[in-house]
C-alpha cells in the first residue's frame, strides 16, 4: 500500500508578525478537512494525519503557517489533488507580480513511510523556527538553509500563542481515532 509524508503551505496562510494572535488553528484545520473532503476523502480509502505547524520570516516579519503529514492508501492521491486547488497551486508569481514566497504550495515524498512512530511525532513538533527568505538581485527566491530560533520578541508571541490551543486543535484525523492503545484506523486500507 502507498503512503507518503508531506508538507502543505496554503496561499491563504501568510500572517504579519502583529496579526498571530488573530489565527485561529481549528478555522485553518476546518478549511483543510473541507478541501481534502472535496477532493475524495470521504471516500478514499486509508487514513490522513496532520499537523499544524509554522515558521518566521525574519526578513518580512511573516508568519508562515502550514501543515505537515503523513497519508495512507487512497488518501496519497487526495493530498495529491490538492495541488489543483486555487489555495494550493504551485504558483512562482503572487498576483501583484512579485515573486511568490512559497513556490510549491503541496510537497510530497513518494517513498514509502516507514520506522513508525517517528514520522508521526514529527507531525506535532512544538518548536518553530525561523528562516529568512529574499528575492536576490538575479530575481531568484532564495531560502536560509538552516533552521534558527526566532528572535525575540516573536518567539515569546509564538509560545504565548501556541500555549492557547490544545493538540486536538493542532491536528487533523481522517480514517483514525485515538484510542486508549494509541490510533486505530476506522477507515479500509483497500
Given at each position: 500500500m502507498?503512503?507518503s ?5 496554503p ?6 508578525a ?5 489565527v485561529n488553528?481549528?478555522q ?15 471516500t478514499a480509502?486509508g ?5 499544524f505547524?509554522?515558521e518566521f520570516?525574519?526578513?518580512a516579519?511573516?508568519?508562515r503557517?502550514h501543515?505537515?503529514g ?5 488518501m ?8 489543483t ?7 512562482r508569481?503572487?498576483?501583484d507580480g ?5 513556490y ?9 513511510v ?8 514529527y507531525?506535532?513538533?512544538s518548536?518553530?523556527?525561523?528562516r529568512?527568505l529574499w528575492v536576490?538581485?538575479?530575481g ?10 526566532i528572535p525575540?520578541?516573536?518567539?515569546s ?6 500555549d ?8 487533523l ?7 486508549t492503545?494509541?490510533l486505530k ?6
Open positions: 502507498i503512503s509524508k508531506f508538507a502543505i503551505m496561499a491563504s496562510a501568510d500572517v504579519h502583529d496579526k498571530l494572535s488573530e488553528p481549528k485553518m484545520m476546518n478549511a483543510l478537512r473541507t478541501a481534502l473532503y472535496k477532493m475524495g476523502a470521504a480509502t487514513w490522513i494525519f496532520v499537523g505547524h509554522g520570516d525574519p526578513v516579519k511573516v508568519y503557517p501543515f505537515h503523513v497519508a495512507y492508501g487512497g496519497v492521491q487526495v493530498v495529491d489533488r490538492l495541488r486547488m486555487p489555495n494550493y497551486k504551485t504558483s508569481w503572487l498576483p512579485s515573486p511568490s514566497p512559497v510549491r504550495r503541496v510537497q510530497m515524498t513518494r517513498k514509502p516507514n520506522r513508525l512512530p517517528r514520522p508521526l511525532t507531525l506535532v513538533q518548536f518553530w523556527p525561523a529568512a536576490s538581485e538575479d531568484r527566491r532564495r531560502r536560509a538553509r538552516q533552521k534558527r530560533r525575540e520578541p516573536y518567539h508571541q509564538v509560545l504565548l500563542w501556541l492557547k490551543w490544545s493538540i486536538n486543535d493542532l491536528t484525523m481522517i480514517g483514525l481515532r485515538v484510542t492503545n494509541g484506523q476506522t477507515k479500509p486500507v483497500s
